[in-house]
């Protein structure tokens, strides 16, 4: 089967650092993904990891582990504008009969920051 | 436009009558994907298309619901005898090849009455 978790709900400071955990258990695991949607509007891509160690772009770093089904999206000198949803997001190729590249989300964690 | 466009942006329509939605995708985009996100919920995988592959329609949730991509570009996903738990956001994606990160589109608020 497939799962994918994360906190549904977190606050943080203006200005603070804040890290979102996800943790994941799939087949035919090809990469993980996270997403920011704030409400409304589509979601944006903000990372990806297919190997262990941090990805660090801008503000935003991401990590995985995939020995531990285990990721985090970490957000630094947080702003107003970052309150939103940070969707979690496992690339799943399994092949069902024919070659696949799916995603399967979690169910998202609603960040708000406050003054 | 530069990304992907979906349209209607909002549907409202009574129980039992078929709606269309239209997906256009990133022009050179190889892969579109559909996806729906009901309240509360995390986004649903429903259909994948690659090029001129068969596509992957494991996540279509039942033969009410089906897709169809002509000429490689847009798409349509046509729901048929829509029922109240058809509601829901439809979400459109696509990526340039399949190993690059989907870009998504507004969605279609769909709302059966």
């Known amino acids: 089967g497939q799962n994918i978790d994360q906190p549904t709900e977190m606050t943080a400071t203006e200005g603070a650092i804040v890290q979102i955990n996800c943790t994941y258990q799939?087949?035919?695991?090809?990469?993980l993904f996270w997403y920011q949607q704030h409400a409304g509007e589509a979601p944006t891509f903000l990372s990806y990891?297919?190997?262990?160690g941090l990805e660090e772009k801008g503000r935003f770093s991401s990590f995985l582990s995939r020995s531990k089904g285990y990721s985090y999206l970490l957000l630094k000198e947080l702003q107003m504008k970052d309150s939103a949803s940070y969707l979690c997001?496992?690339?799943?190729?399994?092949?069902?009969?024919?070659?696949?590249?799916?995603?399967?989300f979690g169910t998202g964690t609603l960040l708000a920051v406050q003054p | 436009g530069a990304g992907v466009s979906q349209s209607p942006s909002n549907k409202v329509t009574e129980k039992g009558k078929d709606v269309e939605l239209r997906c256009d995708p990133i022009?050179?985009?190889?892969?579109l994907y559909w996806y729906r996100q009901s309240l509360g919920q995390g986004l649903e995988f429903l259909i994948y298309?690659?090029?001129?592959?068969?596509?992957?329609k494991s996540g279509l949730p039942s033969d009410r619901f089906s897709a169809e991509r002509t000429g490689g570009s847009v798409s349509t996903l046509t729901i048929q005898r829509t029922q109240q738990e058809d509601s829901a956001v439809y979400l459109c994606?696509?990526?340039?090849?399949?190993?690059?990160?989907?870009?998504f589109g507004d969605g279609t608020r769909l709302s059966i009455l």
């Open positions: 298309f690659q090029g001129n592959s068969a596509p992957d």
């Open positions: 997001a496992v690339r799943d190729l399994r092949n069902y009969g024919g070659a696949t590249n799916k995603l399967i």
């Open positions: 990891n297919v190997l262990d």
């Open positions: 799939t087949s035919g695991f090809n990469g």
């Open positions: 994606a696509s990526s340039r090849y399949s190993n690059q990160p989907q870009h």
């Open positions: 022009s050179g985009h190889t892969a």
